[in-house]
T-cell receptor
């Protein structure tokens, strides 16, 4: 069975500070991994994905994530937070042979001016 | 290119009423999904389809039915709505091997 754990349901950072959102997964085999962003009253938008190519993945809006197999982690980072980054972020996994996404419970990011 | 369109966007139902949520995609995707989103619980898969005429249960299928009679449409039905089905419902679509699934903007359903 798959599971995704996002540590911290709420994260606050100052504008210009580093953003770090944590995601750990449990899987019997390395899955594909994703980060989605959800702005208020909108659907989910893909930020980036890891599908067994480079372990450091760059996404939109300056975000990136690194797949660490030994730590079963896929943390999302951005060097400098912007006010427009305030949103809900979801980590998700899917097995290479599967067709179902499993989502974490989400992390709400607040950016303080 | 509209992507994934969900109708309606908002709905209020009385307990015991029925309704159907429609998801339409114009990207020729094989896979389609229905999720519900509740505070603190992330997105949970209700049902999904890997092709026209096929459906499968997800994590929380009870109280819902689905149909995929046409490749571009995926319908989610509530036969007898309950307050526990108050939620935001999202549809998504994609293709195997290209996992940047596209999500609709959601349907906010309230059952009173």
């Amino acid at each position: 069975a798959q599971s995704v754990t996002q540590l911290g349901s709420h994260v606050s950072v100052s504008e210009g500070a580093l953003v770090l959102l944590r995601c750990n997964y449990s899987s019997s085999v390395p899955p594909y991994l994703f980060w989605y962003v959800q702005y208020p009253n909108q659907g989910l938008q893909l930020l980036l994905k890891y599908t067994s190519a480079a372990t450091l993945v760059k996404g939109i809006n300056g975000f990136e994530a690194e797949f660490k197999k030994s730590e079963t982690s896929f943390h999302l980072t951005k060097p400098s937070a912007h006010m427009s980054d305030a949103a809900e972020y979801f980590c998700a996994v899917i097995l290479i042979t599967g067709n179902q996404f499993y989502f974490g419970t989400g992390t709400s990011l607040t950016v303080i001016p | 290119n509209a992507g994934v369109t969900q109708t309606p966007k908002f709905r209020v139902l009385k307990t015991g009423q029925s309704m159907t949520l429609l998801c339409a995609q114009d990207m020729n995707h094989e896979y389609m999904y229905w999720y519900r989103q509740d505070p603190g619980m992330g997105l949970r898969l209700i049902h999904y389809s890997v092709g026209e005429g096929t459906t499968a249960k997800g994590e929380v299928p009870d109280g819902y039915n689905v149909s995929r009679l046409k490749k571009q449409n995926f319908l989610l039905g509530l036969e007898s709505a309950a307050p526990s089905q108050t939620s935001v419902y999202f549809c998504a679509s994609g293709n195997r091997g290209n996992y940047g699934y596209t999500f609709g903007s959601g349907t906010r359903l309230t059952v009173v």
